[in-house]
């Protein structure tokens, strides 16, 4: 039986003869708000910077508008704004994560980009029960690290949005 990693990179191989590396999951870290988050290798395509937004007129509040990715337009999603925080008083200058998702590209505004880490599935640990509910709606799972808890994001949830008639 093979897994599609692209519908939920989480489920690790672990068939006989996989190597300790395979059943690790890959995952960048991202920073909002100072917290540091994990975004499942599969899904990245590109880390840029946004120059300039169109707004998208009565778009939903977390889609910043449309950027121009290498003549792609793509959706700029804010994860700020997904998480339910503040904007960051400096607008200027934006990160994004390019990203691939059941192919459409959109770009995942973050506030910093750190490494790649390799997340080991034994140290995977439930959900935080102080987690609030918008918090654990866009988490897929969370790891004990040696520098404390990384909630790795639930990317199907992130670029959820709800269809208006």
Same mark, same amino acid.
């Not at 395979?22 to 599969?42: H, M, N, S, T, Y």
């Not at 910077?49 to 778009?59: F, S």
């Not at 918090?135 to 799972?141: E, H, L, S, V, W």
């Given at each position: ?7 939920? =990179?989480?489920?690790?191989? &672990? ?7 395979? +059943? ?8 909002? @708000?100072? $917290? *540091?988050?994990?975004?499942? /290798?599969? #899904? ?8 300039? /937004?169109?707004?998208? *007129?009565?778009? =939903? ?6 950027? &121009?990715? %290498?003549?792609?337009? /793509?959706?700029?999603?804010?994860? %700020? ?14 990160? +994004?994560? @390019?990203?691939? #998702? %059941?192919? $459409? &590209? ?6 910093? /980009? @750190? ?5 080991? *599935? ?6 935080? =029960?102080?987690? &609030? ?9 969370? #790891?004990?690290? $040696? ?17 208006? +008639?």
């Amino acid at each position: 039986m093979t897994m599609d990693y692209r519908q939920d =990179p989480v489920q690790s191989p &672990n068939a006989p003869g996989a190597s300790e590396d395979e +059943a690790q999951i890959r995952c960048f870290v991202v920073f909002v @708000g100072g $917290e *540091p988050l994990g975004l499942c /290798v599969d #899904y990245v395509q590109t880390i840029f910077g946004i120059d300039a /937004v169109t707004p998208v *007129p009565l778009g =939903p509040r977390e889609i910043i508008g449309l950027v &121009n990715l %290498r003549g792609k337009i /793509v959706t700029a999603v804010s994860l %700020r704004r997904r998480l339910d925080l503040p904007d960051p008083v400096d607008t200027r200058s934006m990160l +994004a994560v @390019g990203m691939d #998702y %059941r192919g $459409e &590209n959109f770009a995942l505004v973050v506030d910093e /980009v @750190g490494d790649v880490l390799h997340l080991n *599935p034994q140290s995977r640990i439930s959900l935080p =029960p102080h987690l &609030n509910d918008r918090r654990a709606k866009f988490t897929k799972a969370a #790891y004990r690290l $040696e520098t404390g808890i990384l909630s790795l994001l639930d990317v199907a949830a992130i670029f959820d949005f709800p269809r208006h +008639a």
